[in-house]
């Protein structure tokens, strides 16, 4: 399969662009920050630690944490369409039962689009600072 690099771009460019429309611009710099670190967060612990970290902070109450939620979900939506991966971007488990192969597959192009995304996350939502 072949991947013209202009699509992860746009691909991350239009993800970006929505999240910053769904944030509170008081969390855009965090969530810059949170981006950035994405791609080791998913070679380190996988897609479906991403999925359960999601729920975690969706369902939590401290204000200050949910944009994390809403950051890690957007990108396994947009994943999810950018892959035509089947699966369950609200449900870790439809991460875990994936055969390896697709699986694998699936991470690996997760890391390749969470690098493109943090490539744009200081040019779309500011530049990172502490969460």
Not at 10 to 15: M, R, S
Not at 25 to 50: C, D, E, F, M, V
């Amino acid at each position: 399969m072949f991947l013209d690099r202009r699509i992860f771009s746009q691909e991350a460019h239009q993800a970006l662009t929505e999240i910053q429309g769904k944030l509170s611009p008081a969390y855009h710099s965090k969530a810059s920050k949170l981006i950035q670190g994405l791609s080791a967060y998913i070679s380190t612990w996988g897609l479906h630690r991403l999925a359960g970290d999601a729920e975690k902070f969706l369902l939590g109450t401290a204000e200050d944490t949910t944009y994390k939620g809403e950051v890690y979900r957007h990108f396994l939506v947009r994943l999810r369409a950018f892959s035509d991966i089947d699966f369950d971007p609200t449900d870790e488990g439809s991460l875990i039962h994936l055969p390896l192969a697709k699986y694998t597959a699936l991470n690996r192009l997760g890391m390749q689009l969470a690098k493109e995304w943090s490539f744009w996350a200081a040019a779309v939502l500011g530049e990172a600072t502490e969460s």
